[in-house]
């Protein structure tokens, strides 16, 4: 037991894990939040504004029974609903672009409270993960791959930094602390995914219809969850594809916190990358696939991304890799989104970087 503790304190402070995961949450949910808002520009003041069924002064009653807050509510003006819409839409766009992420990321969390406590009985439900999510993000070194603040870091390599007129004990503990909130931050991530859909699963498995095969059939016949009618009718003709993908979707739900540690989750996972496809275009609530399907890349290891992003320059045109930044560097110290690199990616001998060794 003493052996697999210190191994776990030594997994939790040794270097940040799942740098390039982060990255994909924080560029997938800045791009889905920045989407979500454009797309509902339109309706706006209908959801949101001052002229909104669910007035200013009705969010501030339940605020008094529920203990949210919104900046939305600050002023009736409209002129003032108008800037902090724009200024979340600049928000969400500096978050997809990781600049100055540590920061920013705290802005994106109050952007994404705000919005959904200022009228949460009027959008689909579907920006509960993407809250939780933006919550948990700011905990994370999600800036330290694909952003502008890596960039950035990478061509100040030549420049001093801040970080080395602090103490050596002072710059080793802001390092181990930026670690260890990082690694916690994305395990109460992996966490609150395997627990949203153990929990969907052993709910399912309670009622009949889930039982009997005929759970589907009813939710394809909802009005509300109709966008496209034609569509949901054919699907429903399909009598034992629909019973199968019934039976299926509970299995997946139910095993999937056991599978995570081996390859089977690689299956798992494109099987509910098809599964929230299929929900998104049958029973039109793009959000909610869109944040599950962003949550579950933090389960991808980094090589996979690694590789993902090698084969995109390469298709791109671009043959240079991206190397991280050694820790103790100059640039990594500085970095907004919190330390440089993982401890260890400098060889002993005074190396090149290795751009493998960093990867979890």
Known sequence: MMGAARHAWALLTERPLSLYAVSVLRIGYGLLYLVFLLREFP???DIWGPGSPWTPDLARQLFDQTGWVSVLTLSDSRLYFE?????????????LLGWRTRAVSV????VVASFHARSIFMTDGGDNLVL????YLVLTASGRRWSLDARRARRA??????????????????EFLVTAVHNCGLLVIGVQVCFLYGAAGLYKVQGGTWGAGTA???????????PWP?????????VLAVAVVGYLTVLLQVAFPFVLFGRL???????LLGMHIGIAVLMGLPLFSGAMIIADAVFLPDRFWAAAGGLVRRVLGRTEEAQPVPAGTPEASDEPDGAGAPRGAVPKQGGPVSPVRDRP
């Open 107 to 110: 802005l994106f969390a109050v």
């Open 132 to 135: 939780l999510m933006a919550l």
């Open 83 to 95: 800037l902090c819409y724009a200024g979340a839409l600049v928000v969400s766009v500096l978050f």
């Open 157 to 174: 390599a030549a420049r001093r930094r801040r970080m080395l007129s602090l103490p050596p004990r002072l710059a080793e503990g802001r």
């Open 43 to 45: 309706h706006r003041d």
């Open 265 to 271: 989750k690689y299956p798992v996972l494109t099987m």
């Open 216 to 226: 589907l059939h009813y939710v394809l016949n909802l009005d509300l969850f109709q």
């Open 230 to 238: 034609a569509l949901s009718q054919w699907a429903d003709g399909q």
